[in-house]
């Protein structure tokens, strides 16, 4: 069974910064787009930024470009999100997920639906 384990959460001042790490147990870390969604009190989960299986592309949503950057070592089975110039409406849980891809699909975008999700950090960021 697979497993998707985040760490790095905390509370953090606006304009910190944080790393988040997520770990894929399995073999098959490297088939799989990773992606970081994050839901807010009230608010729907929303994919936050997400990368290909072999890290050649990325997507971001557009509240967090510039300030979040995606990536993943496949030797590690592991997929960072590194947070720079955080804001107070940055606050929420994070969740890591995993989705199967086809070799060919390397967009690097996430379904709606990912076929694994981790268990969430919390991320809070104060004013």
């Known amino acids: 069974q697979v497993q998707v384990v985040e760490s790095g959460g905390g509370l953090v001042q606006a304009g910190g910064s944080l790393r988040l790490s997520c770990v894929v147990s399995?073999?098959?870390?490297?088939?799989?787009?990773m992606g970081w969604f994050r839901q807010a009190p009230g608010k729907d989960r929303e994919v936050v930024a997400s990368i290909s299986q072999s890290g050649g592309n990325t997507y971001y949503d557009d509240s967090v470009k510039g300030r979040f950057t995606i990536s993943r070592d496949n030797a590690k089975n592991t997929v960072y999100l590194q947070m720079s110039s955080l804001k107070p409406e940055d606050t929420a849980v994070y969740y890591c997920?995993?989705?199967?891809?086809?070799?060919?699909?390397?967009?690097?975008?996430?379904?709606?639906?990912?076929?694994?999700w981790g268990q969430g950090t919390q991320v809070t960021v104060s004013s």
């Open positions: 997920a995993a989705a199967q891809r086809e070799p060919f699909d390397t967009r690097g975008t996430m379904p709606s639906r990912p076929d694994y």
């Open positions: 399995g073999r098959a870390f490297g088939a799989y787009t």
